[in-house]
């Protein structure tokens, strides 16, 4: 997993940090970046991941426009970017993820921040969805994600006028947990990361997927699988 171009992984501490790191090109999401995101997969000596952008400038400035206009068309273009789901790999990861978000948060930028479950801007950070205004729609997941985390409403505004928000009005969302210093955004991280790497790992593993996938079921059956996960703890042997 080392000879990775246009992201950064590394680990510390039973924590991993996933770094998008095209800083010229404001951290585009390019194919490259995808295979080599598709890569990490769910690495057993992770207790939680932190994902950020490298540079001053941006976490995610969105898809790689210069991809779109080089592809034979932007419907094969599309094609080919998501045959590899890296966003369902994302969402199927049962273990802890952080967004470090700083400057721009654009397109699949706020995509990859909606897969992980907690997400903190640092102040200058700017969030949108320009794709309605280039001819397309979110193709990672953002039309689902987005609802999801900040309500019916507000995400087809964002999406609908192609409007960009601030840290403030994002935390104001609740699309943003918490919004720090640019200075304090690592570390802010940091702290949560590790806070909750303390706990048992299956524990948190049960509680992620008990809210994740309960959202999408009837009250009825999420309180079934809160039982069922709470109950496969409860039968576990004792931690030596
Ligand atoms: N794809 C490819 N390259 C991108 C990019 C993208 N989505 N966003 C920025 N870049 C590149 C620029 O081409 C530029 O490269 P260059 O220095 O080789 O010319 C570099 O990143 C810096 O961007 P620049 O546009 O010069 O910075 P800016 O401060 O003037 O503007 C933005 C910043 C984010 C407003 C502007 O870059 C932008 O609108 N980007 C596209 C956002 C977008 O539509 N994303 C797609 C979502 S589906």
């Not at 789901?85 to 199927?92: E, I, K, N, Q, R």
């Not at 903190?120 to 320009?130: I, K, Y």
């Not at 079934?224 to 703890?233: I, Q």
Request: glycine share 8%; net charge negative.
């Amino acid at each position: 997993m080392s000879n990775f171009e246009v992201i950064i992984y590394e680990k510390q501490n039973d924590i991993g940090y996933v770094t998008l790191n095209r800083p010229q090109a404001l951290n585009a999401y390019n194919l490259q970046m995808r295979d080599e995101l598709y890569q990490v997969q769910d690495d057993p000596e992770v207790k939680v991941a932190i994902f950020r952008g490298a540079g001053q400038r941006a976490f995610c400035a969105g898809a790689d426009l210069t991809e779109f206009l080089t592809a034979p068309s932007p419907v094969i273009a599309r094609q080919v970017r998501w045959e590899r789901d890296v966003w369902g790999l994302f969402l199927s990861i049962t273990k802890p993820l952080i967004a470090a978000l700083h400057g721009y948060v654009l397109g699949s930028g706020i995509e990859i921040a909606l897969c992980c479950d907690i997400r903190l801007a640092s102040e200058d950070a700017q969030f949108g969805l320009p794709e309605v205004g280039l001819g397309i729609i979110p193709a990672a997941g953002g039309s689902q994600t987005l609802p999801r985390v900040i309500g019916r409403a507000p995400a087809l505004e964002i999406l609908l006028t192609g409007q960009w928000i601030n840290a403030e009005e994002a935390h104001r969302l609740k699309l943003v947990n918490q919004v720090v210093s640019r200075r304090d955004l690592l570390p802010a991280a940091e702290r949560l990361a590790n806070k909750i790497k303390a706990y048992s790992p299956i524990a948190l593993s049960h509680a992620k997927q008990a809210i994740t996938r309960g959202l999408d079921l009837s009250l009825e059956q999420g309180l079934e699988l809160e039982a069922k996960l709470g109950n496969c703890l409860l039968t576990l042997p004792p931690s030596p």
